[in-house]
């Protein structure tokens, strides 16, 4: 059997390709890796299998300054947009195979229809599944608190517009004092989706520290935004334990995570605003309150007063009333007084003299008049068993006494 050497043998397979592929073909595939040097962009292109775990097919391609500039002036900033780890592209290449370099394939051009079509499929996909699972709405319907103090931030610290954030609660002009904890993800690349479901999962695990959880970025091309529509990061959001606010600073489309947030705005500056606008709202509702509390307890004292000179009116009329009525009391005792204090010395005196005559009836001069007599003994009245012989005894009569000396 005949020996090659691997020059031969990569030369063979350089000419078998340069034979059978001599013209430039399109292919489709995932940009995994993408890294510029020297104007030049250099990708690790890969396939996957159905399921996404596992890699089938893997190639490494190039884009020449010289074809980046080209296709940046027919395409403008939608390139840069596709030149993205993670995104799936449509590409037109040449096969090149160099005997020490290997199978590269040499970009020519970029169909940005293939990429943006997929990812609206993609998108309209994963909002079915959430629809199907009942967490569209699920976030949304967490009621915001009264006051929002303590914000869960999910973003980079190097992402543009997150000290624009800071800056503008800090500022703001109502002096609110407002806390920021700041949960690390990245925000955009492959890694998006990964870092946002295992900060979501360390935020449930202390939401009671917190009232919302606020997400933002400092914009991006569209698939850098694409991020923001996979399907375990927004059924990650939906089962997020607080409200939710995104600021990913896009000003016309809105991703997925927007549309499963209780609340979306468009940019990390409009989240501040919302948030103080809403502090501010609680406020002016708590002086709305005072305000009606205050006239309701004006009213009341009001009417407090009111009845206070009511009563006290009723009072004196009453007071009044029962002077009078006592007045005329006292001058009626006043005028019936003597009068009954006559008829009772008249009473009196008829009754000293029914007495009187009573007792001169009933005295002792009387009934000696009458012929009765009073015999006493010592200057006692006695009764004749009481007598013994040799008592001496002293007789009253009307007209005179007598004395006698009992002899049995």
């Known amino acids: 059997m005949h020996?090659?050497?691997l020059y031969d043998l990569n030369e063979y397979i350089r000419r078998v390709l340069a034979l059978n592929l001599g013209d430039a073909l399109w292919v489709t595939g995932e940009i995994a890796q993408i890294g510029l040097s020297r104007g030049h962009y250099y990708m690790d292109l890969v396939q996957k299998s159905?399921?996404?775990?596992?890699?089938?097919a893997q190639s490494q391609g190039v884009l020449?300054?010289?074809?980046?500039r080209q296709l940046r002036r027919q395409m403008g900033l939608t390139l840069d947009e596709l030149l993205t780890e993670g995104i799936s592209v449509r590409l037109k290449v040449k096969v090149d195979f160099h005997e020490r370099f290997g199978l590269k394939l040499f970009i020519e051009d970029i169909d940005p229809t293939y990429t943006f079509g997929l990812l609206h499929q993609q998108r309209q996909e994963v909002i079915r599944k959430l629809q199907s699972a009942g967490l569209f709405e699920k976030n949304a319907s967490l009621a915001l608190p009264?006051?929002?103090?303590?914000?869960?931030?999910?973003?980079?610290?190097t992402a543009a517009g997150y000290q624009?954030?800071?800056?503008?609660?800090?500022s703001n002009p109502y002096g609110y004092a407002i806390s920021t904890t700041l949960f690390q993800v990245a925000v955009q690349g492959a890694q998006v989706e990964a870092d946002i479901v295992a900060a979501l999962h360390r935020l449930s695990l202390r939401s009671h520290d917190f009232d919302v959880a606020v997400v933002i970025r400092g914009g991006g091309a569209r698939t850098d935004l694409a991020a923001f529509d996979q399907y375990a990061l927004n059924v990650a959001a939906a089962h997020c334990p607080l409200p939710m606010l995104t600021g990913i600073g896009h000003e016309t489309d809105a991703t997925i995570l927007d549309l499963i947030a209780a609340r979306s705005l468009k940019t990390p500056t409009a989240v501040a605003d919302f948030i103080i606008?809403?502090?501010l709202q609680f406020e002016q509702n708590l002086l709305i309150a005072g305000?009606?509390?205050?006239?309701?307890?004006?009213?009341?004292?009001?009417?407090?007063?009111?009845r206070l000179v009511l009563i006290s009116q009723q009072a004196k009329l009453g007071a009044r009333h029962q002077v009078t009525l006592q007045h005329r009391l006292l001058d009626y005792i006043a005028q019936?007084?003597?009068?009954?204090a006559r008829r009772r010395l008249q009473d009196a005196g008829l009754q000293l003299d029914q007495m009187e005559r009573l007792r001169q009836s009933l005295s002792a001069e009387t009934a000696l008049r009458r012929g009765f007599t009073i015999t006493t003994r010592e200057g006692r009245a006695v009764c004749a068993a009481e007598l013994r012989p040799g008592d001496r005894l002293l007789t009253r009569f009307a007209d005179g006494e007598t004395n006698s000396t009992v002899d049995e």
Do not use: C, K
Request: glycine letters at 2%; aromatic letters at 10%; hydrophobic letters at 40%.
């Open 3 to 5: 020996t090659y050497s």
């Open 50 to 56: 159905p399921d996404g775990d596992e890699l089938v």
């Open 64 to 68: 020449w300054q010289a074809q980046y």
């Open 146 to 157: 009264p006051v929002i103090q303590r914000i869960a931030v999910f973003t980079s610290a």
């Open 164 to 170: 624009d954030f800071l800056a503008h609660l800090r």
């Open 277 to 279: 606008q809403h502090n």
């Open 291 to 306: 305000q009606m509390i205050q006239r309701q307890a004006q009213m009341y004292l009001r009417d407090a007063d009111r």
């Open 336 to 340: 019936t007084l003597p009068a009954q």
